[in-house]
């Protein structure tokens, strides 16, 4: 089974702080994801990655930033938290386009609450 | 642009009865649908898929799935509902502005069932 891991599953950090959101996939995907989870407006895209170094901008990508090192590790930064930004995180990953999957497998889930 | 739209915020349903959650889409082309859950405090499970084929598409825990093109519906069905189904049920897309693997998702269906 595929496995997805979340460094945190609840974190409390102060407006201004550099937060380090970390995720780690053990199926060798090349395709990893982060997702915020709000009520009401379901899981909104921040950024993605399809490959080492490779990251591409989500739908709400402002106030976010990440760094995808190695294969298997996608982390999320917040350059400066401030309270907009509490709220569930999620990590994902899916296999290559080449097999035809298309689903993504998800992490258990950071929430972050910044005062 | 592609789009997902979840019309019921909660439904209730009482156990053994059969349930629906409803889930319409928006894109250009053909459609690759996916239902997900969530339990409280997890991250999101990966309950069944549309891609090709049948449109009556079966998938874990007894759920299923009727893709219905003209009506662009593709809603979640159980014929008798448990207890243990309570829980948030994501409709999601494929993503097509960018050939990954990227999934818009639709605002949640809380499903609570009594006994």
């Known amino acids: 089974d595929v496995k997805v891991t979340q460094s945190s599953r609840y974190l409390v950090k102060r407006t201004g702080e550099k937060v380090f959101l970390e995720c780690v996939q053990d199926?060798?995907?090349?395709?990893m994801f982060w997702y915020r989870q709000d009520p009401g407006l379901g899981l909104r895209l921040i950024y993605f990655s399809y490959d080492v170094k490779m990251k591409e901008k989500g739908d709400i990508p402002e106030g976010y930033s990440v760094s995808r090192e190695k294969k298997e590790r996608f982390s999320l930064i917040l350059e400066s938290a401030s309270t907009n930004q509490t709220s569930m995180y999620l990590c994902?990953?899916?296999?290559?386009?080449?097999?035809?999957?298309?689903?993504?497998?998800f992490g258990p889930g950071t929430r972050l609450t910044v005062t | 642009a592609q789009s997902v739209a979840q019309p019921e915020d909660q439904v209730n349903v009482a156990e053994g009865n059969p349930l629906t959650v409803k889930c319409t889409y928006s894109v250009s082309g053909n459609p690759y649908l996916f239902w997900y859950v969530q339990y409280p405090n997890r991250g999101l499970q990966f309950l069944l898929k549309y891609i090709t084929g049948d449109n009556l598409v079966k998938g874990s825990y007894g759920f299923e799935a009727e893709f219905n093109k003209s009506q662009t519906s593709f809603h979640l069905k159980k014929p008798s509902a448990l207890v243990s189904d309570s829980a948030l049920y994501f409709c999601a897309v494929r993503d097509q502005r960018i050939g990954g693997n990227m999934l818009t998702f639709g605002g949640g269906t809380r499903l609570m069932v009594k006994p």
């Open positions: 199926m060798d995907h090349e395709n």
């Open positions: 994902a990953s899916s296999p290559p386009l080449a097999l035809f999957s298309y689903e993504q497998y």
